[in-house]
Structures are given as structure tokens and as C-alpha cells.
């Protein structure tokens, strides 16, 4: 019996353990595995393989039963949601899975799946500068980072190299060149609107969007399986080509071809295992989505990358003698400072002109307008900024009031309408104290884990940087000769924009953060955390592209580390 239990420790026992399968985890397990690590990687979720688990992937409306429309019957234990539509239905979460309670309203967004949200993400990959790196320690509202953009710069390149980023070579310190090929091409719109910039503003530039999406693959991508972009724009439902980054058409494959990974879905992580005696993490709790049975993992080093709020929670229920209160939460910041973006701020209007053009085919992103607000000194009466996502395009309209013969007609040949273009900010929301996340002392959810709770909050910042958002997109808008426009603060809740950060931030002192320069928690340091929750500040940027760098960048120091006998 005992020879059992021993093969049973032997088998549950890794070098690594990486926790959440989405883009930062994939990014953990590609690195770990290329260094020849046995990884386990746990996901909560579902399984899902690339291609054969996409079942809606390049359907045509005509085939949904509904066309998108859920029935009744298959809406109950939804509650509504942004993928409750039959071309997503397959990545809505229900509500049992994982009740919380909003202390404040608060809109929290998942992907319990093999793969996470990097099949549902929105693609965006620009890199963070030195003025964000630089902006704590300048503004005071934050901790200093610990690393600078010339730290990153190389883990950039190398994320990208491997991902496929479309895109251009801008030329703007605020928004350092990435390596990039061919990007998508802006309507006649948006060009028109670039001119206009550049006539009226010496300090707002309109680019293409960097994106991850394979243009024009290299062999590094035809080496994943993956190919060109088809420009479908029905990213949101997997990709059959792999043309665009997730952990399910890239890294984990990748990794699963060195023989060194093993990927256990339906794993829900319960808590961080820490040997008072040894003085370090030894492995991972978690409990089977099915059974309900508990079941250990063990390992040299663990990686946290359940998506930011997740892994808040995780570390905060990781509790034992040495750390009563949370895996290295000697400081009491743990859940402290979240952050997110401002995406409350929206712009629309028309433009009568160039009647003659229209787009031809779909572009699955957009244009984008970098941060122009404080970037070098401070000058506004908010801190920090926004940056702004341009989208146009001419949009026609079937006239569907009369019957028979010219019913069809209409409908076969659409009357093109006007141009339109529309905007929206991303604004960087200011870390505070008070926004926070915490665990319910009473309340479990039905795998017997205390429920998060999430009190967080807008500021008098995010409204002022809001309303400057508004006053300037109308500006812009009227200068470009555009006309019926609308600008306006939603008034969205936090957690809309689906980039939450903060809780366990990096930094230089243990008393005011919980994270090293390379990510280790400074009180236990086989510990590492590497997704959203690992940011210090939030930026103006989509935050991916960072979470990837920074986790390639960890794990690799991690290995020398492991080889150094430091862990």
C-alpha cells in the first residue's frame, strides 16, 4: 500500500506547475517545456482543442437554427451575457460555476476553458514605453516598477516574433515599434480622418492598430500549423486557420510537442500548498469539476496565471501558519490597488463624402490613436491618460416595408448608406487602496471555496479623463468634417473593458508590493505571478502583449534559477 501511495506522489509530482491556460499561461508552459521542465498545467475549465472544438467557426448566419438567437429553453443558468448568442453560446459561463458578490457594481468577465480568453480577446498587441513604465514614480499614484521598458524590450520581440503581430513601424516613442508584418489597410474614412490629425494636432497620430493576427506567415508559424488571416472577423468563435494568437493553435501545442507537458482540465484550483518547515510553496490543491475530490500537484515551481481576479483569489485563500492572511501577504496589500481601463467614453458620426468608394471584405482590427494626454510632463487636471480605437466603414440599408418582387429586390441589392466612424477611449483607471478584492468569510461556492468578493470603484480621475475624452473626440470629429455626432459617458461599471490588473503588484520594496523585478513573490520565492494580477500600473495599452512578455521573461529566469539550485 505504501509502494501505492508513493506512485501516487510520483505521478502528481512536476517540476512546474502553471495554473490558468489562457495567454500568459501558455506563454509559462511554452517556456518552461522548451527548457525541458515536466509542466502540469491546470485549467479550471473545459477541454478544447484547436479546430475540432469550434463548432460555429466560419458559419454563415443561414446556418443557426435561430439565426444567433438562444432559445428559452437553452438560456436558463445564463443570466444574460455577451455570448449568449448561438455562435458563441459554447464560451458563456453559467452562474452556478462561480457565483461573486459586487460590493459595487462590477461587470466580471471569464473563459473557464483550455485556452481562456485568448479565444475570445480582442487581439490587440501594443507595447507599453518608458512613459508608462516611468509614470508611478513620476505621478505618485502607484509604486515604482521595479523594471523599465529596456528590461521587457527583448521579451517584447520575442513574444511577437513567435505570435505574428500585424501592424506598422510608427516611429513613436510613446508607442514603440513592434516587429511586425503587413498590417490591415484603413478604409478611405479613416485615412481621411489621419489627414485631418495631422493638419490640426502635432501631437495625436492615427495608426493601424497592432494586431495578432499572421499575414504573412514566417516558418516559425507554418512550424506551429498555423496560416494566414482569411480576414473572417468571427474571431470570437476560434479560428480555424490559427491565424490569430491563442494558446490553443500556438504556445500549448507547441509545448505538448516537447513531451514535457501535461494540460488537466476541469481542475478548479483551490490553493497554493506552502511546507512551513521548507519555507517555499511545494505544490497545488485543486478539486475536480466532476468529482468534487481533492487532489495535490507538487513541483519545484508554480506559476500563477488564473486571469488577475482569479489569481487574487487563489493567493488570498493559499493560507497557512507562516502566512495567515495569504501566500506572501506579509505586507497586507494582497487584493489591494486593482485596477482596470476606462472604456466609458464612446464617439460616433457620419461623413457625407466619397460617395464613390466603399470597403471591399472585413478587417478584423482597427485603427488607433496613442495616448497624447501628460505623456511627457504633466498638464491636465487628471493624471495619466487614454488612448483611443478608431473604427469606420459604409454600411447599407435594405428596405424591407414592401412585398413580392421589389422586396426582393432590395434585398438583394442594398442601397449603400453613409460613412461612419466611431471611436472609444481606453483610459488608464488610477490603483487606489480602497479598490479591492477580498474573500467572503461565510459564503462558498459549490466547490466549497469562499466567494470573491469585488469592491471597487470609479474616481473623480476616471470621470475628469472621461469628460476630456468627450470634449476631444467631438473636437476631432467636427474638425475632420464629420457631422451628427455623438459623444458621451456611458456611464459603464467597472470591469467592462475585460482588463483587470493589480492585487499582487510588482515592485522594489516588500512592504508596498508583493512581487520582485522577476516576478517571484518576495516572501516565497518558487512563487510566480505573471498575468494581470502582477501590474503595477495599468497603462493606456491593451495589456496581453505585456502579460506575454512579462511571463516569458519570468519563466526563463525562473530556469536559471532552478539550474542555479536558487529554488
Not at 508611478?136 to 523594471?147: H, N, T
Not at 460616433?348 to 490613436?369: C, L, M, Q, V, W
Not at 515592485?507 to 498575468?531: E, I
Amino acid at each position: 500500500m505504501a509502494n501505492l501511495n508513493i506512485d501516487s506522489i510520483k505521478d502528481r509530482t512536476f517540476d512546474a506547475v502553471v495554473i490558468g491556460s489562457g495567454a500568459s499561461g501558455g506563454w509559462a508552459a511554452k517556456e518552461l517545456c522548451d527548457n525541458g521542465l515536466k509542466t502540469l498545467v491546470l485549467e479550471r475549465g473545459r477541454d478544447v482543442k484547436h479546430i475540432k472544438d469550434y463548432p460555429t467557426a466560419s458559419k454563415a448566419p443561414w446556418q443557426f437554427e435561430f439565426r444567433g438567437t438562444v432559445p428559452l429553453d437553452k438560456r436558463v443558468g445564463y443570466g444574460g451575457g455577451r455570448f449568449l448568442n448561438e455562435a458563441t453560446l459554447h464560451w458563456a459561463l453559467k452562474e452556478d460555476e462561480q457565483p461573486y458578490i459586487q460590493e459595487k457594481p462590477f461587470r466580471w468577465f471569464r473563459g473557464y476553458h483550455v485556452g481562456g480568453k485568448s479565444l475570445l480577446w480582442a487581439r490587440q498587441t501594443q507595447r507599453w514605453s518608458d512613459f508608462d513604465f516611468e509614470g508611478p514614480a513620476r505621478d505618485g499614484f502607484a509604486v515604482d516598477w521595479p523594471i523599465r521598458y529596456k528590461d521587457l524590450e527583448p521579451w517584447y520581440a520575442h513574444v511577437e516574433k513567435f505570435a505574428g503581430i500585424a501592424g506598422n513601424r510608427d516611429g513613436l516613442p510613446e508607442l514603440p515599434d513592434s516587429e511586425c508584418m503587413p498590417g490591415f489597410e484603413m478604409s478611405c474614412i479613416e485615412k481621411h480622418f489621419l489627414e485631418s490629425l495631422k493638419k490640426h494636432y502635432n501631437d495625436r497620430h492615427l495608426i493601424q492598430a497592432r494586431c495578432a493576427h499572421i499575414t504573412d506567415p514566417q516558418p516559425i508559424h507554418t512550424q506551429q500549423g498555423r496560416a494566414k488571416c482569411m480576414n473572417q472577423a468571427m474571431c470570437n468563435r476560434g479560428c480555424v486557420y490559427g491565424a490569430y494568437f491563442s494558446s490553443n493553435s500556438s504556445t500549448l501545442p507547441w509545448a505538448m510537442k516537447t513531451g514535457n507537458l501535461t494540460i488537466r482540465p476541469d481542475s478548479v484550483v483551490h490553493s497554493i500548498i506552502y511546507d512551513d518547515k521548507k519555507g517555499r510553496a511545494t505544490g497545488v490543491r485543486v478539486i475536480d469539476r466532476h468529482s468534487k475530490e481533492m487532489i495535490e500537484f507538487y513541483a519545484k515551481i508554480i506559476f500563477v496565471n488564473a486571469s488577475a481576479l482569479n489569481t487574487n483569489a487563489i493567493l488570498l485563500n493559499s493560507k497557512s501558519s507562516r502566512f495567515p492572511n495569504g501566500l506572501g501577504n506579509d505586507s497586507g496589500l494582497l487584493g489591494k490597488y486593482i485596477a482596470w481601463h476606462n472604456y466609458r467614453g464612446k464617439a460616433n458620426a457620419i461623413y457625407e463624402g466619397f460617395k464613390d468608394k466603399k470597403t471591399s471584405g472585413r478587417n478584423p482590427s482597427h485603427s488607433y490613436i496613442p495616448r497624447f494626454r501628460n505623456v511627457r510632463k504633466q498638464e491636465m487636471d487628471f493624471l495619466r491618460g487614454y488612448a483611443i480605437g478608431i473604427g469606420g466603414g459604409r454600411g447599407t440599408s435594405s428596405d424591407t416595408s414592401m412585398i413580392g418582387d421589389e422586396l426582393r429586390e432590395n434585398l438583394l441589392h442594398p442601397k449603400l448608406g453613409t460613412w461612419h466612424i466611431s471611436s472609444w477611449m481606453m483610459g488608464e483607471v488610477i490603483p487606489i487602496e480602497k479598490n479591492h478584492v477580498r474573500l467572503h468569510e461565510d459564503l462558498k461556492d459549490k466547490y466549497g471555496i469562499p466567494q470573491l468578493v469585488i469592491s471597487c470603484e470609479w474616481t473623480d480621475n476616471d470621470d475628469k479623463m472621461t469628460q476630456d475624452y468627450v470634449e476631444q473626440s467631438r473636437e476631432m470629429f467636427e474638425k475632420a468634417g464629420f457631422v451628427n455626432i455623438t459623444a458621451n459617458d456611458t456611464g459603464a461599471p467597472p470591469g467592462s473593458d475585460i482588463h483587470e490588473m493589480g492585487g499582487v503588484r510588482m515592485g522594489r520594496d516588500p512592504k508596498t508590493s508583493l512581487l520582485n523585478a522577476w516576478n517571484q513573490m518576495h516572501h516565497c520565492p518558487n512563487v510566480f505571478v505573471t498575468d494581470g494580477a502582477c501590474m503595477t500600473s495599468t497603462g493606456t495599452q491593451n495589456p496581453t502583449l505585456t502579460f506575454m512578455a512579462i511571463t516569458a521573461r519570468a519563466a526563463n529566469h525562473a530556469v536559471d534559477e532552478l539550474k542555479k539550485r536558487n529554488l
